[in-house]
């Protein structure tokens, strides 16, 4: 019933920038927490950003500084900028949405199927 779906992904240069877009739609009463996790082969998923229905932003070290997470409610959408990618940031992204389908709903957890980042020269 909701559906997210990633865009933005693709092969760029050590020292480029990516902009990753992720689009609910379906059945959304209301957002709550937003996050990028990524996977890289033969490693375990990993969280690279969250964002707060308040705007709070969490990052691992590994990120910090050069990844940013942002929400655009009215569009149902988070975004992750990267910049300043290495080799070490290719992986799998996937975006996962909290949010509630109805007043009367449980929260519920979301994945989009992933799209591919790939750093090299």
């Known amino acids: 019933q909701v559906q997210l779906v990633e865009s933005g992904g693709g092969l760029v240069q050590p020292g480029g920038s990516l902009r990753l877009s992720c689009a609910a739609s379906?059945?959304?009463?209301?957002?709550?927490?937003m996050g990028w996790y990524r996977q890289a082969p033969g490693k375990q998923r990993e969280l690279v950003a969250h964002?707060?229905?308040?705007?709070?932003?969490n990052y691992p070290d590994s990120v910090k500084g050069r990844f940013t997470i942002s929400r655009d409610n009215a569009k149902n959408t988070v975004y992750l900028q990267m910049n300043s990618l290495n080799p070490e940031d290719t992986a799998v992204y996937y975006c996962?949405?909290?949010?509630?389908?109805?007043?009367?709903?449980?929260?519920?957890?979301?994945w989009g199927q992933g799209t591919q980042v790939t750093v090299s020269s």
């Open positions: 996962n949405v909290d949010l509630y389908e109805g007043r009367w709903s449980a929260l519920r957890s979301y």
């Open positions: 379906g059945s959304i009463y209301r957002l709550n927490a």
């Open positions: 964002i707060t229905s308040g705007g709070t932003r």
